[in-house]
């Protein structure tokens, strides 16, 4: 069992082993193994301590939280920071999501949690990092899935080195799903290029993506519904026929360069990117919340997002008596998003002539804009053969711009400016105490500014920037231990964390398609993660992932003391045993269980916990030229019915998203040299 690469945090290779924080490994295999590689959801249970959840809708983003960080999101991915080949798919304001990730041509997912996630800005519980890979032979592929609820999806790749150290791999692919409740229908077509060069001290990555995703959206159910019907569509999605459509391209380059006969000075790393993204989504806000207020913005969001950035970074290496070595990494990034935002009524017409479900009349218009700019260090220093230390910083700023251009009677001018300031330092301590057993303690401060949706407006109604929200910062300790043995065959990563939060940004009201935020106070989130990986026999191997998460509110201020956060799991878990029955033919028995979840942080209801099983066979055969790998799956074995995942705090108490029933997926990749 080979011990995994990470780049993440240190940003030179690294074995897990290794490092002095909790990271996760998911690799291409495994990615393959879990499903159709089109929700990141298939395959980060194996991880401890981070929450992936598939909504069934792909209207809406995944939910994604670590430590419990970004659970209070009823859409978009907060509290984490995302990145593809190093290129952000997190603004500057927190705000990110995971839809263009191209999980077929990914390499590996790494997954920090922790303390050292402080090192990459704006978040507080983590980072996802996708890793793509790089051509290494002269090879197309085409392949293809089917399954359950009218799935269906295509990919055609291709991939090549060439002379004078040229490489290109390319892809693309169409998804297509009915979905298994009214109104869930979805499809996403997804283009990937990534061109390379490599030559004696510099090597060069352009990324290329594109994605283009409609989809209708079946909202949650309240509980009456869940009980009545699980597999119901609440009537208002059917009424408005509630949907969106997203499009995204993106570019970004990386060169990387090795320094010679220049002393401690070895490397230099530069990436640039830019991007847009549109999304125009339908709600299904009644017509008369509409009409009732002025401030209303209306029942369809519109916005278009451009957005750039860029990250330099110069890296040292000295070595020190006694065969020690000192590192360090310095650097400094910047990047910005411009957004032009709109709102419009969901609805034309009037009595008998009305029509719902389309873009009607303006009601909202700005434009906002987010900058932020950073600079920091890490040094990594050899105190003795078995002792290391490693220091970091990051000191940055985030702003803010909104300029409202939908000033009428009754609704005031929203328009305004915010600055937030930040410095992050993070340290670890790291004893070696055998060659198989590495024990390490971090410390850090987290920082997550507000979003600014969560800017947008006041909780007292009046206009304005919501100039009273403060970011939300962390003290986050964390003890973990690495161990490796059984000759190689057993590995087991264990971790014990600490994290205290002020200023807790929650939700303070949300009606009409208005929400309003505002600081809560103190939280507390404690926990512990195991992951262990056992080759028990030649053919026989085992992957357990398990996690327990306390995160509550400290102060009585919108939130009673005591209570859960919303959308956190106290105890979850995943387990897979694997038989090799030959070099070519595999089965999988995986399980995977969760305790219930708040659904508000009231905590007045909770989707209750479950477990569920699941099948796989893989085999791989030659065929003509090439090799034929099918993957056959059974999710969901008993057929249970379960809530998969809620919406937090929803103020029309429709928190309930039913997870499938059983449901088979069939897939087929047939690769040959060229």
């Keep these: 069992m080979a011990e995994r690469v990470v780049v993440t945090a240190s940003g030179a290779e690294q074995r897990v082993f290794d490092t002095p924080y909790a990271i996760g490994v998911v690799d291409a295999q495994q990615l393959r193994d879990a499903g159709p590689m089109v929700n990141l959801s298939e395959s980060m249970g194996r991880v401890p301590g981070i929450v992936v959840n598939n909504r069934n809708n792909y209207a809406q983003d995944l939910q994604i939280n670590?430590?419990?960080?970004?659970?209070?999101?009823?859409?978009?991915?907060?509290?984490?920071?995302?990145?593809?080949?190093?290129?952000?798919?997190?603004?500057?304001?927190?705000?990110?999501?995971?839809?263009?990730?191209?999980?077929?041509g990914a390499q590996r997912i790494e997954v920090l949690r922790g303390p050292f996630s402080a090192l990459y800005g704006s978040s507080s519980g983590g980072v996802i990092s996708l890793v793509s890979a790089?051509?290494?032979?002269?090879?197309?592929?085409?392949?293809?899935?089917?399954?359950?609820?009218?799935?269906?999806?295509?990919?055609?790749?291709?991939?090549?080195?060439?002379?004078g150290g040229f490489?290109?791999?390319?892809?693309?692919?169409?998804?297509?799903?009915?979905?298994?409740?009214?109104?869930?229908?979805?499809?996403?077509?997804?283009?990937?290029?990534?061109?390379?060069?490599?030559?004696?001290?510099?090597?060069?990555?352009?990324v290329l993506n594109a994605i283009d995703q409609p989809?209708?959206?079946?909202?949650?159910?309240?509980?009456?519904?869940?009980?009545?019907?699980?597999?119901?569509?609440?009537?208002?999605?059917?009424?408005?026929?509630?949907?969106?459509?997203?499009?995204?391209?993106?570019?970004?380059?990386?060169?990387r360069h090795r320094f010679t006969d220049t002393g401690a000075l070895r490397e230099s790393l530069v990436r640039a990117y830019l991007g847009q993204r549109s999304v125009t989504q339908w709600q299904s806000?009644?017509?008369?919340?509409?009409?009732?207020?002025?401030?209303?913005?209306?029942?369809?969001?519109?916005?278009?997002?451009?957005y750039a950035g860029v990250d330099g970074r110069l890296v040292w290496r000295w070595l020190l008596a006694g065969d020690r070595q000192l590192e360090l990494v310095a650097g400094g990034s910047a990047d910005g998003t411009d957004e032009d935002r709109r709102g419009y009524e969901n609805f034309v017409g009037s009595g008998s002539d009305?029509?719902?479900?389309?873009?009607?009349?303006?009601?909202?218009?700005?434009?906002?804009?987010?900058?932020?700019?950073?600079?920091?260090?890490?040094?990594?220093?050899?105190?003795?053969?078995?002792?290391?230390?490693?220091?970091?910083?990051?000191?940055?700023?985030?702003?803010?711009?909104?300029?409202?251009?939908?000033?009428?009677?009754?609704?005031?001018?929203?328009?305004?400016?915010?600055?937030?300031?930040?410095?992050?330092?993070?340290?670890?301590?790291?004893?070696?105490?055998?060659?198989d057993l590495n024990l390490y303690l971090s410390a850090g401060r987290g920082f997550e500014a507000p979003t600014l949706n969560e800017l947008a407006y006041r909780p007292d109604g009046s206009a304005g920037f919501n100039t009273e929200l403060q970011p939300q910062t962390s003290e986050q300790w964390e003890l973990g231990a690495k161990w490796r043995g059984a000759g190689g065959r057993l590995s087991v990563d264990a971790a014990l964390f600490y994290i205290t939060t002020d200023d807790e940004i929650g939700v303070a009201s949300s009606s009409g398609g208005r929400s309003t935020f505002r600081n809560v106070g103190r939280t507390l989130r404690h926990g512990a993660e195991l992951g262990v990986q056992w080759q028990i026999a030649e053919r026989w191997r085992t992957l357990v992932a398990a996690s327990w998460l306390d995160a509550t509110y400290r102060d009585d201020l919108l939130v009673p003391?005591?209570?859960?956060?919303?959308?956190?799991?106290?105890?979850?878990?995943?387990?897979?045993?694997?038989?090799?029955?030959?070099?070519?033919?595999?089965f999988g028995l995986e399980g995977r269980a969760q305790s219930n979840v708040p659904?508000?942080?009231?905590?007045?209801?909770?989707?209750?916990?479950?477990?569920?099983?699941?099948?796989?066979a893989r085999w791989q055969v030659p065929l003509g030229p090439g090799t034929l790998d099918l993957l056959g799956r059974v999710d969901n074995l008993a057929d249970r019915t379960v809530i998969g995942s809620v919406i937090v705090n929803d103020a029309n108490q429709r928190f309930f998203e039913t997870a499938a029933g059983r449901n088979w997926l069939l897939s087929a990749r047939w690769s040959a040299a060229f």
């Design 66 to 104: 670590s430590r419990g960080f970004g659970a209070r999101t009823t859409f978009g991915v907060r509290g984490l920071r995302l990145y593809t080949d190093g290129i952000p798919a997190s603004g500057p304001d927190g705000q990110g999501q995971v839809t263009h990730f191209d999980l077929a």
């Design 134 to 163: 790089a051509p290494t032979e002269r090879r197309y592929e085409v392949a293809g899935d089917v399954g359950s609820f009218g799935l269906w999806q295509a990919r055609a790749t291709v991939e090549a080195p060439f002379d």
């Design 167 to 206: 490489s290109l791999r390319a892809s693309a692919s169409h998804f297509s799903i009915d979905g298994f409740r009214p109104q869930s229908s979805a499809e996403r077509t997804l283009g990937n290029v990534r061109f390379g060069w490599s030559g004696e001290r510099d090597q060069v990555v352009v």
């Design 215 to 255: 989809a209708l959206d079946p909202l949650g159910l309240t509980r009456a519904q869940f009980e009545d019907d699980p597999f119901q569509t609440t009537p208002q999605a059917i009424l408005f026929d509630t949907r969106k459509e997203a499009q995204q391209e993106q570019a970004g380059v990386q060169w």
């Design 285 to 306: 806000i009644p017509v008369a919340v509409q009409l009732a207020s002025p401030t209303q913005p209306g029942g369809v969001i519109d916005f278009d997002r451009d």
């Design 354 to 435: 009305r029509v719902l479900g389309v873009t009607g009349k303006l009601r909202r218009d700005e434009r906002n804009r987010v900058r932020g700019g950073d600079v920091y260090a890490q040094a990594l220093v050899d105190l003795a053969p078995r002792w290391t230390a490693t220091l970091g910083v990051r000191h940055g700023r985030v702003s803010y711009d909104s300029d409202d251009r939908y000033v009428v009677e009754g609704n005031g001018d929203d328009s305004g400016s915010l600055d937030y300031d930040y410095t992050n330092p993070v340290a670890s301590l790291q004893w070696r105490a055998s060659d």
């Design 561 to 586: 003391a005591g209570n859960r956060i919303a959308g956190t799991l106290k105890q979850w878990g995943f387990a897979e045993l694997v038989w090799a029955a030959t070099p070519a033919l595999e």
């Design 599 to 616: 659904v508000n942080d009231a905590n007045s209801d909770f989707a209750e916990g479950f477990g569920l099983l699941g099948l796989r």
